[in-house]
């Protein structure tokens, strides 16, 4: 029997259905869903076909630091996701697979900005104005009038300038 407060103890009460995510191609059709980025990391998410356990991946890129550097970023994000699971399961949806895509700034934040910004970015994945993960965007992509839509003069189209010719009495002189 463990003590009162054991980890077992705690992670008993808090057993939700997880699995972790291993096989590229459960990364890649993650990375076709929808994406929200944070500071320390960035997460996709996708509603799979089945039903059935959430299904978590953890990856973070050589870019971000040394192999001591990248397993410390992604054992903080393994934590944090297990915190956030402990403390609300309810933003974790059944038949979804999630990624996080660990960032440098994972190694500096403190610890319970990280698990407020996991917070933020699942409770924006979750909207209900986004309607289910996965989908194609809806509605035009620009407003009109915007900046992206305005026309820009083309060097074709634009005259072109001549270098001023010289005079006979600049040219340089053969000796």
Request: glycine share 10%.
């Amino acid at each position: 029997m463990g003590a009162s407060g054991s980890v077992r103890d705690r992670e008993a009460r808090s057993l939700v259905a997880v699995e972790r995510l291993k096989r590229r191609s459960d990364f890649r059709a993650a990375a076709s869903g929808v994406r929200v980025s944070g500071g320390a990391f960035v997460v996709q998410a996708r509603r799979r076909a089945e039903d059935g356990a959430v299904r978590v991946g953890f990856t973070v890129s050589k870019q971000v630091g040394n192999a001591v550097e990248r397993n410390r970023v992604r054992r903080r994000l393994r934590e944090i996701v297990r915190l956030s699971l402990a403390a609300d399961a309810g933003r974790w949806r059944a038949g979804h697979d999630y990624v996080l895509i660990g960032r440098r700034a994972a190694l500096a934040q403190s610890f319970g900005e990280l698990v407020r910004e996991l917070d933020a970015t699942l409770s924006q994945i979750h909207a209900p104005e986004r309607g289910a993960t996965g989908g194609a965007r809806r509605g035009p992509l620009h407003e009109a009038g915007s900046p992206s839509r305005l026309q820009k003069p083309r060097r074709s189209q634009t005259p072109r300038q001549q270098p001023p010719q010289q005079s006979p009495a600049d040219q340089p002189r053969e000796r």
